[in-house]
């Protein structure tokens, strides 16, 4: 599976659109991206995921560069609920069986 | 509709004790997966079971063992704790045995071992 490079932290102003930065530059073709997120001390929750197309559901929206070595997951209007670490994960594993990096921890605030 | 639950929530074993993680999904979902997170760390994956009576190893399996007990548990011993197995272990599940892109986590236990 492709290693992927997320920011450490970030911070977003409640109510603010949230631009999350995952860099994969070395996926492959058959390679999904999966974005999840951990709120403090919690079970890791499935946010989205993509192959080639944009992505967007109730949570967020996912854009894929055409090149694919780049993807921003988008949360259109922030919350203090979204403060959460936040991980990109890119797998071809037809099992499930994903790899967790240390992801992004974002902070909304007020 | 529980979802993951996970048992216990908490415990403290001395080095060398044994101890069993239960978990088990209401869901009716063929995969099952035991996680294990290290502070400021991701989650690395122990052991999964793709469909009910199988089991694979996952990246750090060493020191633990598994059984899928039905489609619902799948539990997680360790047989003689060491204080390096101190951590959050999660267990997921998975509707399909050919992964569709969600996991479904439960809450999470926590071991420390002295």
């Known amino acids: 599976d492709a290693k992927t490079t997320q920011p450490p932290s970030m911070d977003c102003a409640e109510g603010r659109a949230a631009n999350l930065p995952c860099n994969h530059s070395t996926i492959s073709g058959n390679e999904y991206v999966y974005w999840y997120r951990q709120i403090h001390s919690q079970g890791p929750q499935y946010i989205i995921h993509g192959l080639k197309n944009n992505e967007t559901n109730e949570m967020a929206s996912l854009i894929i560069t055409e090149d694919r070595k780049s993807s921003t997951l988008i949360l259109p209007h922030a919350t203090l609920r979204d403060t959460a670490v936040y991980y990109c994960?890119?797998?071809?594993?037809?099992?499930?069986?994903?790899?967790f990096g240390a992801g992004t921890q974002v902070v909304v605030t007020p | 509709n529980a979802g993951v639950t996970q048992t216990p929530k908490f415990q403290v074993l001395k080095t060398g004790q044994s101890m069993t993680l239960q978990c088990a999904q209401d869901m009716n979902h063929n995969s099952m997966y035991w996680y294990r997170q290290d502070p400021g760390m991701g989650l690395r994956l122990i052991y999964y079971s793709a469909s009910e009576g199988t089991t694979d190893k996952g990246e750090v399996p060493n020191g633990y063992n598994v059984s899928r007990l039905n489609k619902r548990e799948f539990s997680l011993r360790l047989e003689s704790a060491a204080p390096s197995q101190t951590s959050v272990y999660f267990c997921?599940?998975?509707?399909?045995?050919?992964?569709?892109?969600?996991?479904?986590f439960g809450e999470g236990s926590r071991l420390t071992v002295l």
């Open positions: 994960i890119a797998s071809t594993d037809s099992w499930g069986k994903l790899q």
């Open positions: 997921a599940s998975s509707p399909s045995s050919i992964f569709t892109g969600e996991l479904f």
